[in-house]
Structure formats: structure tokens, C-alpha cells
């Protein structure tokens, strides 16, 4: 069975797909996460910010967006300095905004997972992709998410990055049919609806 094939150039890529694409998630604080590395990734590649994961944790107090919202004043000049991080004044000051912005979220909606998981009813979408090429860049989901977020002070959330945190957070199901983590994450989308339905 072939993996899908953006996950075959790296071993940073090639964990990340076999452990957490795809995989349904409800914790704010890794929700918050993928919010802030996928914004990092915006016009780069993905294993560049998989390979500077724990350097955005060191730098960024592992996510707390809580710890984040309550800095007065980000020093955005040290953290630049930082060349573990990828060092975009834009991107490194939209972690605290986007913090300020996820407290007012959860305060509003209860936690980050009730506020993004309701462009998908709180279950996963499950596709049926042939091959890579299948794999759609945005949705309509990912299009209204976006236009939610930046409603709400979010920035680097454009309809593609929506997208793509979509897919990190498990909201939809694209790994290729033939892929072996086609059917486990089938699995676990069976799972939530379960539990919905409960």
C-alpha cells in the first residue's frame, strides 16, 4: 500500500503522517497549535515548520494561548532573533494576537474544538481520493472557517491554511484510499460520530 505521497520526502513528514494527519482532535491547546504552525507555514513548505516544531514550542510557551493573550508587551525583536523560528515579524506577532483572539473564542463558545468543528457538523469528513492530485487546496468549510476566524481577529487564516488545518486537526479525512492510514482514521471518524449520536 503507498502512503500519501506529499509524506514520502522526509522523516519529519513521514512521523507526522503516520501519528497525527488525519487524527480527529479536540484539545484547544494543540488546536492552538496548528493554528499558529499552519499561519508559519504560509508561503513555505510544511516539513520546514515540522522540523522547527519544538523551537515554535520553546518559543512560543508550548501554546498556552491563556500564558500568550496575557503578555502586555511581546519583546517581537528578541523572539526574531530566535533563527530557529521562522523569523517573519508578521507571523511571529500573530501568535499573540491570535491568542488574545482564541481566549475571547473559547469564552464565547466553551473551547477552540466547539468553535472550528461546527463547519463540520463535529464529525470528521471522510473522502475517497484516488490519488494526491484528488486533494482539494479549500473547501467551503475551510472558506466559511476562515472568514469566522478573521471575523474574529485571527490573521494567517486565509481559506487555504483553513484548509490545511482542517486536515492537521483531523476534521477531514484525505489521506489517499490506498494509503495504510486510510482505513485507521476511517476508523476513528466512526468513532466520533458514535459519540455524537450518544
Known amino acids: 500500500m503507498k502512503i500519501c505521497q506529499w509524506a514520502q520526502h522526509s522523516e519529519s513528514e513521514r512521523v507526522y503522517h503516520d501519528t497525527e494527519w488525519g487524527v480527529p482532535t479536540f484539545d484547544d491547546q494543540a488546536i492552538f497549535e496548528f493554528i499558529c504552525l499552519e499561519g508559519a507555514q504560509a508561503g513555505l ?38 533563527h530557529e523560528i521562522v523569523r517573519n515579524r508578521l507571523k511571529v506577532a500573530s501568535v499573540f494576537t491570535n491568542a488574545k483572539a482564541a481566549v475571547t473564542l473559547v469564552e464565547q463558545y466553551g473551547s477552540l474544538a466547539k468553535a472550528l468543528w461546527q463547519f463540520t457538523d463535529g464529525v470528521p469528513i471522510v473522502n475517497q481520493h484516488q490519488s494526491d492530485a484528488d486533494v482539494a487546496t479549500a473547501t467551503d468549510e475551510s472558506r466559511a472557517m476562515s472568514r469566522f476566524l478573521k471575523k474574529r481577529g485571527f490573521k494567517f487564516v486565509g481559506e487555504t491554511i483553513c484548509y490545511s488545518l482542517m486536515q492537521a486537526l483531523g476534521m477531514v479525512n484525505d489521506h489517499v484510499v490506498t494509503c495504510p492510514r486510510y482505513q485507521p482514521c476511517c476508523e476513528l471518524a466512526d468513532s466520533v460520530k458514535a459519540h455524537t449520536q450518544k
Do not use: C, G, S
Open 45 to 82: 513548505n510544511w516539513r520546514l515548520i515540522l522540523e522547527k516544531r519544538q523551537a515554535y514550542r520553546d518559543a512560543f510557551y508550548r501554546f498556552d494561548f491563556y500564558q500568550l493573550a496575557a503578555v502586555a508587551e511581546p519583546n517581537i525583536a528578541e523572539i526574531m532573533a530566535n
